[in-house]
């Protein structure tokens, strides 16, 4: 089986400029987390979902930043405008909460913003 | 809100020795989990071992052991005969059971292991 796919790996945008990271999740799993790596803060969620549905999302900065689920193989984040400040690398990961605690991680996204 | 520390930025081991990495946590929960996840220059990010805070204990997987102490809130793990391929960074991981079931990460030990 696949693990959870993340697109793209790479991207270098400029200041102002909106950008979509995509996730598919790991067939089968109900849980999908954004989490977002940077030196000075570490390891951080951004927001995750249960069955779609958006649970907890205290951790997006602020209203640049949306997530979206439409369906349960695939979910977006997006920033608008995006700022310097927000290079980072993101990554997805997915569970199965009903019988399983692990999440598994994607490869994540190194985001670039000049 | 809980925490994770881990108090040691770096470390480093030779080849074929042990090394013990430290982490404790703060949390008023009394059912949750804790991890230790690698991270190699890939970036991808691995689990290593888990352990639920109900079992008394300490989880293995082959070359890995943790020594989880409750009531200190502390969670090292211990990597025995340590391989090159071990070299990266170590994240000690939280995760409440119930209520928001987000990872909590410390800021990582980067480990080095010398031939």
């Known amino acids: 089986d696949a693990g959870v796919i993340q697109s793209p790996r790479h991207e270098v945008t400029e200041m102002g400029q909106e950008v979509t990271l995509r996730c598919k999740p790991i067939?089968?799993?109900?849980?999908l987390f954004w989490y977002r790596q940077t030196m000075m803060r570490g390891l951080e969620l951004l927001i995750y979902f249960n069955n779609n549905v958006p649970i907890d999302d205290s951790g997006m900065p602020e209203d640049r930043f949306s997530a979206k689920m439409p369906n349960a193989s695939f979910s977006t984040l997006k920033i608008q405008p995006s700022e310097p400040r927000d290079s980072a690398v993101y990554f997805c990961a997915s569970r199965q909460r009903d019988w399983d605690y692990e999440q598994y991680f994607g490869p994540g996204t190194r985001l670039t913003v000049t | 809100a809980q925490t994770v520390t881990q108090s040691q930025p770096e470390m480093s081991v030779q080849e074929a020795e042990t090394v013990t990495l430290s982490c404790t946590y703060d949390t008023s929960e009394s059912n949750y989990y804790l991890f230790w996840y690698k991270q190699p220059p890939s970036r991808q990010m691995i689990l290593v071992i888990r352990q639920e805070a109900y079992k008394q204990q300490n989880a293995t997987e082959n070359r890995f052991s943790v020594n989880f102490q409750k009531a200190a809130k502390s969670f090292s793990l211990k990597i025995s005969d340590s391989q090159l391929g071990d070299t990266a960074m170590y994240f000690c991981?939280?995760?409440?059971?119930?209520?928001?079931?987000?990872?909590?990460f410390g800021k990582g030990t980067k480990l080095t292991v010398n031939p």
């Open positions: 067939s089968g799993h109900n849980s």
């Open positions: 991981a939280f995760m409440r059971r119930g209520g928001s079931e987000k990872l909590v």
